[in-house]
Nanobody, 116 residues
C-alpha cells in the first residue's frame, strides 16, 4: 500500500530554518506531482508548494515565496521543503501530498513550531 512519511519538523526561533523531508513508497513516484500543505490550529489546510513529477515546474503560495524551496529526488522517492526566514505564522502541521489529477495520497504530517 501507499505510505507517505514526513519528517524534519520541530521547534525553531523566528528567522531560523528547517528542512522537511517526505519519503513515499507503494507508488511509481516519478509519475506523481507532489505538494506540501500546512494546517494551523483552527484554520483550513492550505497549499504551500507544488512540484511537477519530474521537477521542472514549481509553484508557491504567496506567503512563502522567496523563503521556501520545494525539491525532489526521484531516485530516493523523496520530496523536500527547505524553509528559511521562518515566522511565527508559519507554525502549523505540514503535510505531504502525492497526486495525479484528482487522485492523491496524504501523509500524517510533521509539526513545525516557530517561537522564541
Amino acid at each position: 500500500q501507499v505510505q507517505i512519511v514526513e519528517s524534519g519538523g520541530g521547534l525553531v526561533q523566528p528567522g531560523g530554518s528547517l528542512r522537511l523531508s517526505c519519503v513515499v513508497s507503494g507508488l511509481i513516484f516519478n509519475k506523481y506531482a507532489m505538494r506540501w500543505y500546512r494546517q494551523a490550529p483552527g484554520k483550513e489546510r492550505e497549499m504551500v508548494a507544488e512540484i511537477t513529477s519530474v521537477g521542472d515546474g514549481k509553484t508557491y503560495d504567496g506567503s512563502v515565496k522567496g523563503r521556501f524551496t520545494i525539491s525532489r529526488d526521484n531516485a530516493k522517492n523523496s520530496v523536500f521543503l527547505q524553509m528559511t526566514s521562518l515566522k511565527p505564522e508559519d507554525t502549523a502541521m505540514y503535510f505531504c501530498y502525492a497526486f495525479i489529477g484528482l487522485n492523491g495520497y496524504w501523509g500524517h504530517g510533521t509539526q513545525v513550531t516557530v517561537s522564541s
